[in-house]
């Protein structure tokens, strides 16, 4: 370990470091930065970038910009990020997925999802295997890239309750805590049942403890609300939303002065991840490979929790560490939702249908 301003940084830590200063950390079987300016060429003849997702994931046009800026300047291109506001991931994949099939060029280059979106289009093998470790730290490939390079785990959320702190009837603590009478016809859930699928595979609550719950919480919701909508929670039209899909934007509201709070349930706590996957029908494969490792960057985990306050919990002295590192510490034991987690639990798929018709058909 070695001490810098106070702070105590990990070999893992000085690698990934020196891996995007243009520095090496000693021999090694492979020149990240080496490989990294040769990508960056590919990438500048590109000349173009094209990103979708909603303009609450990563501060939409706004970090898109972000990103832009600080790409160019650290690679000394001139590549032009298209960003375009989109449809919710799911929709955003199933459209790599026709567009593959018609053998059409992409209309993104990199596309964002979480394991419930990706699980399903990984296959269809519409992804290109790239060897990430040649433009990472060996330690934090390791521990990003799955499926032999398909997918890259870029930052890490938490699942639970997102609710409003100032009018809630309780401090909430557990799911069960939300079918107490004081919460009745006060609070939403998702049309798409998000973070209760996790639920329903055999390793967590499995199928009847998860419909079961479902079944009564559905009795006590007086609507659905997607995802990032959180200014509902703010307003109080709704007291919280149970479940929510990750707890980041209950941090981006709490800067804004709104008094929301996101509860990590002791008794259904999840540790997932939002990924980066590179279609092979990609228009600019090398600007998307380049931009999904400048993502990874020190600098670039800086932009994602500027903007979706998010990183990796994973990269130490990230923001996410601490905040798993001070639940572990209260006691609180996460399942770890990977897509190859997702793979081998088919019964969440052919389950999950049902569980959103309880929800929806109230």
Request: aromatic content about 10%; overall charge neutral; charged content about 20%.
């Amino acid at each position: 370990m070695i001490e810098k301003g106070g702070a105590f940084l990990s070999a893992s830590a000085i690698a990934l470091m020196l891996a995007f200063s243009g520095l090496t950390a000693g021999p090694a079987a492979a020149d990240p930065d080496a490989a990294l300016r040769e990508l960056a060429k590919q990438a500048a003849k590109e000349g173009t970038l094209r990103l979708s997702w909603s303009q609450s994931t990563l501060a939409g046009s706004q970090g898109a910009q972000q990103f832009e800026a600080a790409l160019n300047k650290r690679f000394g291109t001139n590549i032009r990020i298209e960003f375009v506001p989109g449809a919710a991931m799911a929709q955003i994949g199933n459209q790599l997925a026709t567009e593959f099939a018609a053998k059409q060029s992409a209309h993104v280059d990199v596309w964002l999802g979480a394991a419930a979106q990706m699980a399903p289009l990984v296959r269809l093998e519409f992804f290109e295997k790239v060897d990430w470790a040649r433009y990472l730290d060996p330690s934090l490939a390791d521990r990003a890239v799955e499926l032999d390079g398909e997918i890259v785990r870029i930052v890490t959320g938490l699942s639970g309750v997102t609710y409003n702190s100032a009018q809630a009837p309780m401090k909430p603590t557990t799911m069960a805590d939300f079918l107490r009478p004081e919460w009745k016809g006060r609070i939403a859930s998702t049309p798409y049942a998000a973070s209760f699928d996790v639920l329903l595979a055999d390793d967590v609550w499995g199928k009847d403890k998860t419909f079961d719950y479902v079944r009564q919480l559905s009795k006590q919701i007086s609507g659905l609300m997607r995802c990032g909508e959180s200014e509902r929670i703010a307003t109080g039209e709704f007291l919280a939303l149970v479940m929510d899909c990750t707890g980041q934007d209950a941090l981006v509201w709490q800067e804004r002065g709104a008094p929301i709070e996101q509860m990590v349930p002791r008794d259904a706590a999840q540790l997932r991840y939002y990924y980066f996957a590179v279609p092979k029908h990609a228009r600019s494969p090398a600007a998307a490979k380049l931009f999904t490792a400048f993502f990874l960057s020190p600098e670039g985990q800086k932009i994602a929790w500027g903007t979706w306050k998010t990183d990796l919990h994973f990269i130490p002295g990230s923001n996410m560490a601490k905040q798993v590192s001070a639940l572990e510490k209260e006691g609180v034991s996460f399942k770890e939702v990977t897509v190859e987690w997702w793979l081998k639990h088919p019964e969440i798929d052919a389950q999950k249908r049902d569980l959103i018709k309880i929800l929806t058909s109230r």
